[in-house]
């Protein structure tokens, strides 16, 4: 609850400034862990890492996503109900047989939530996939040009007419876990400006237009986010020079096809940890406790 969270905001100051320790930590003792809901799609989930997390073989979730990082770094108790594939309904609906709403995991003694949604609704998953392009231009179709044609922006559309959705989500989250704090983790950087085909099939503009969409989806959940007090943990920047163009070595996110454990267009391990110490970061750094 708030107090809990207090006390280890206080605890994590207090170490920080090289204080004497033993009295601040039977206090944080005392209060007990941190009960630490994850909520989200894939982005979280991370389907395909190892290890695979057994609960719910439905969910495709790994036991080394982002939340199961920043629970470990903060010794939060940690209860997951990521979804890969999850929207914002399948957080007051059952998203497969046997899995429940994923609201069902709040309460009033959660004291941190993380979320990140958005993708599914908004089809900016299946943007990526359809915008592939194996041969060089004009041996193909510019994704970017078909979503754009007429002077409209099919994706932006989608994505701004998506935003009060996502103020509905905040408020039944602060409904749910009313002494909680909610951390709003956004998606990361996929590619670098021009992308790098061929070492991943996306033609410059589309690389672009996909990037850009990524982008806006982004500034909307830091825009929602901060309309209900609720805190933004921004991925894209840190995530730069670690795109699908990298080397699979410092990749966070694979490209169209894995080069290791982890779902294409998605966070691989080395991505989720550093997604996971980022949130890690932004709740111990947490003053303005509502």
């Given at each position: 609850m708030k107090a809990r969270l207090r006390a280890f905001l206080a605890v994590t100051a207090l170490c920080a400034a090289a204080l004497s320790g033993p009295a601040?930590?039977?206090?944080?003792?005392?209060?007990?862990?941190?009960?630490?809901?994850?909520?989200?799609?894939?982005?979280?989930?991370?389907?395909?890492?190892?290890?695979?997390?057994?609960?719910?073989?439905?969910?495709?979730?790994?036991?080394s996503?982002?939340?199961?990082?920043?629970?470990?770094?903060?010794?939060?108790?940690?209860?997951?109900?990521?979804?890969?594939?999850?929207?914002?309904?399948?957080?007051?609906?059952?998203?497969?047989?046997?899995?429940?709403?994923?609201y069902d995991a709040l309460s009033p003694e959660t004291d941190i939530v993380s979320i990140t949604i958005g993708g599914n609704d908004t089809a900016l998953f299946n943007l990526a996939t359809?915008?592939?392009?194996?041969?060089?231009?004009?041996?193909?179709?510019?994704?970017?040009?078909?979503?754009?044609?007429?002077?409209k922006?099919?994706?932006?559309?989608?994505?701004?007419?998506?935003?009060?959705?996502?103020?509905?989500?905040?408020?039944?989250?602060?409904?749910?876990?009313?002494?909680?704090?909610?951390?709003?983790v956004g998606y990361g950087t996929y590619f670098r400006p021009g992308g790098c085909f061929p070492v991943q099939p996306f033609w410059s503009r589309d690389a672009d237009y996909v990037q850009g969409s990524v982008d806006r989806l982004g500034t909307t959940l830091r825009r929602t986010a901060e309309r209900h007090g609720a805190t933004f943990v921004d991925t894209a920047t840190p995530g730069t020079g670690h795109d699908s163009c990298a080397s699979p070595a410092v990749r966070w996110i694979e490209g169209a096809v894995s080069a290791r454990d982890a779902f294409p267009l998605h966070p691989n391990a080395i991505g989720s940890?550093?997604?996971?110490?980022?949130?890690?970061?932004?709740?111990?750094?947490?003053?303005a406790l509502r």
């Open positions: 601040a930590t039977a206090t944080a003792a005392d209060e007990g862990p941190l009960q630490y809901v994850a909520l989200g799609d894939s982005f979280a989930a991370a389907p395909l890492v190892l290890p695979a997390d057994l609960s719910n073989p439905a969910c495709i979730r790994s036991l996503g982002y939340p199961r990082v920043t629970a470990a770094l903060l010794g939060a108790t940690l209860t997951d109900v990521s979804c890969s594939g999850a929207t914002a309904q399948h957080l007051s609906n059952r998203q497969h047989l046997g899995t429940a709403p994923q359809g915008c592939v392009n194996l041969l060089p231009e004009p041996l193909g179709r510019s994704c970017a040009t078909t979503h754009t044609s007429g002077g922006d099919t994706y932006a559309a989608a994505i701004d007419a998506w935003e009060p959705v996502f103020d509905t989500v905040l408020d039944t989250i602060a409904r749910r876990a009313p002494h909680a704090r909610i951390f709003v940890y550093a997604y996971g110490t980022a949130l890690a970061n932004a709740v111990r750094s947490t003053s």
